[in-house]
C-alpha cells in the first residue's frame, strides 16, 4: 500500500511541474532531459490545438502573450475531462471564470473566446432536427414557427464577429450585438446579425410554450415593444421569418391547432 501511495505522489508531481516547472520541482529520480521532452510536447500540444480551436483569440496576441494565457491555462484550470473536443469548453470556463486581465488584455477577451466557442461546438454537435414533424414549407404566419436545434443566438456587448487584428474595438457598442450561429443541412457554420426585434422574435419562437402562431408571436412582440403600426411589423415579420427559413434557422411550421 505504501509503494501505491508513494507512486500516486510521483505521479502528482510529475503533473503539476508539467503544469508550471517554474513553480513545481520535479519528482526526484527522472532525468531533465526526459522530462524536458514532456514540458514541451504537453505545452505544445496545448498550444497548437487551442490556437486552432480559437484562430482570432491567436492572432490577435503577440506570440508572448498567446504561451502566457496556455500556462496560466495549465496552472490554474482543473479539467473536467480528458477529451480534446472538449477542451475549448475548458479554456472558455478557464477565461470567464479563473484568468485575471491585466491592464494590456482586451476588454472583450471572454466575449470573443464565447463566440469562437460557440462555433467549434456547433460544428461538432450531434443533435438534429429529425423529429420535426411539421411542414418545412409550412405558412409561417398561420403556423407555429420551428427553429433549428442547430441555431443558436447570443447577445454581445462587442461586434465579436467583427474583430481581427485590423479591428480591435476598444468600447462596448451602443446598442446589444445580436448574432444567430447557425449549421446549415451542408453542415457549414455560418452566422447572422440580427436586430434587436429580430432577435427578440427569435427568443419568442424558441420559447413558445403556447403553441402560437407566427402572427400571434408578432402581435405580442408589438404590443410588448409598443411597436405603433401593427401591420408594418407583420409585413417586416414576414419577410424576416421567410429568411430565417431559407437560411434554415427556422425549418418550417407546425399546425396551430
Not at 443558436?152 to 480591435?168: K, M
Not at 450561429?181 to 455560418?190: G, L
Not at 405580442?220 to 415593444?225: G, H, K, R, V
Amino acid at each position: 500500500m505504501a509503494e501505491h501511495h508513494d507512486f500516486q505522489d510521483k505521479q502528482y508531481a510529475f503533473a503539476a511541474h508539467l503544469r508550471d516547472p517554474t513553480h513545481a520541482p520535479a519528482p526526484d529520480g527522472i532525468e531533465d532531459r526526459r522530462l524536458a521532452i514532456y514540458r514541451s510536447l504537453f505545452f505544445n500540444n496545448l498550444y497548437s490545438l487551442l490556437g486552432t480551436m480559437f484562430p482570432v483569440l491567436k492572432k490577435i496576441h503577440s506570440d508572448d502573450r498567446w504561451r502566457y494565457m496556455i500556462r496560466q491555462f495549465m496552472k490554474i484550470h482543473k479539467a473536467e475531462t480528458p477529451y480534446f473536443l472538449q477542451l475549448p469548453q475548458e479554456f472558455l470556463a478557464f477565461l470567464q471564470d479563473e484568468y485575471e486581465p491585466g491592464t494590456d488584455d482586451y476588454a472583450f477577451l471572454a466575449e470573443l473566446a464565447h463566440y469562437e466557442y460557440a462555433e467549434l461546438a456547433l460544428s461538432v454537435e450531434t443533435a438534429d432536427n429529425s423529429d420535426f414533424d411539421g411542414d418545412p414549407n409550412g405558412d409561417l404566419l398561420s403556423g407555429v414557427p420551428v427553429k433549428s436545434e442547430l441555431a443558436w443566438t447570443y447577445a454581445y456587448q462587442y461586434p465579436v464577429h467583427r474583430i481581427s487584428p485590423d479591428y480591435l474595438p476598444e468600447a462596448p457598442a451602443e446598442q446589444p450585438v445580436y448574432l444567430s450561429v447557425y449549421r446549415r443541412s451542408d453542415d457549414k457554420v455560418r452566422f447572422l446579425e440580427l436586430n434587436a426585434v429580430t432577435a427578440a422574435l427569435l427568443e419568442a419562437i424558441e420559447n413558445n410554450d403556447g403553441n402560437k402562431s407566427g402572427e400571434e408571436l408578432l402581435r405580442s412582440l408589438a404590443e410588448t415593444i409598443h411597436f405603433p403600426d401593427v401591420d408594418t411589423l407583420l409585413a417586416h415579420g414576414k419577410a424576416a421569418l421567410d429568411e430565417l427559413r431559407q437560411l434554415e434557422i427556422l425549418i418550417g411550421a407546425r399546425s396551430a391547432s
